[in-house]
């Protein structure tokens, strides 16, 4: 069964929360595991994220990626982790998950599905400013597709790299700051496409690599691997490349 404990009292301290951000995927968030929903893209884009925080976390931890639990015992925290469908396929490679998320559907969505599924998950209605406080860290922190939606870049940055253990790894995913992203991303997927509910992106908040990298290395960390993410309209999948002009993914690491 899922473990879950909803705590207002810490988001409601955070600094990094957008307000505006929380009602507009509040308002979605009973679609989260609607293959065909407004989330069917991230349906379609979350086997990429999953091999690249596997690979990852198996280089790092000494584990063989082919195992179905290689990622047994180690402790996980997904930053923004919506309704679960990211937490979901982690905790079956074993990872002892945690997932963060502001809004109070999203928390209910995710634990009802992780319960259905016999997945122990725990859910949190917290922000992870507020889990560094009482001194909560953890072998991998994730933060994907999340940096575009808070209110204070730097500080969100800064509260993912303290909640690295010594020895463990942070995995951000986000949107670039390129007229190419402005095309694809917001033109494209919201408009034209309609793949995402009009105004889910502000383009003026999304971070090029470089802002990133510099925000994580201010945090103590050190930047490891980086991958774009490119979508190929005539297989209808999306896979990991060098272009990194929309979509990207960073790793970093705290050393032991």
């Not at 930053?79 to 396929?89: A, F, Y």
């Not at 406080?133 to 209110?151: F, N, Q, S, T």
Request: aromatic residues 8%; proline residues 5%.
């Amino acid at each position: 069964m899922a473990a879950t404990a909803q705590r207002d009292d810490a988001t409601q301290e955070s600094t990094t929360i957008d307000p505006a951000e929380v009602a507009r995927f509040e308002a979605i968030a009973k679609t989260w595991w609607d293959p065909k929903g407004p989330m069917a893209v991230l349906h379609k884009f979350n086997p990429v994220r999953l091999t690249f925080i596997r690979d990852l976390a198996c280089a790092r931890f000494g584990r063989d990626p082919k195992t179905m639990r290689s990622l047994a015992e180690l402790t996980l925290v997904d930053i923004g982790c919506g309704g679960g469908v990211l937490c979901e396929p982690l905790a079956r490679l074993g990872a002892q998950v945690t997932g963060l998320d502001p809004a109070p559907t999203n928390i209910a969505v995710a634990s009802g599905h992780a319960e259905a599924g016999g997945l122990s998950i725990d859910y949190r209605q917290q922000t992870i400013e507020a889990l560094v406080a009482e001194g909560a860290r953890y072998d991998i922190v994730l933060a994907m597709e999340v940096v575009e939606h808070v209110a204070d870049v730097e500080a969100f940055v800064s509260a993912c790299c303290a909640a690295v253990k010594p020895g463990g790894l942070l995995v951000m995913a986000t949107l670039n700051r390129t007229l190419k992203s402005y095309a694809l991303a917001i033109v494209g997927a919201e408009y034209v496409l309609r793949w995402l509910p009009r105004g889910t992106h502000d383009w003026e908040k999304f971070v090029t690599p470089d802002e990133l990298g510099a925000a994580i290395e201010r945090g103590g960390l050190e930047l490891g691997e980086s991958t774009g993410v490119v979508y190929n309209p005539l297989s209808d999948r999306w896979s990991a490349a060098k272009d990194m002009d929309v979509n990207y993914m960073l790793a970093a690491y705290r050393q032991a």
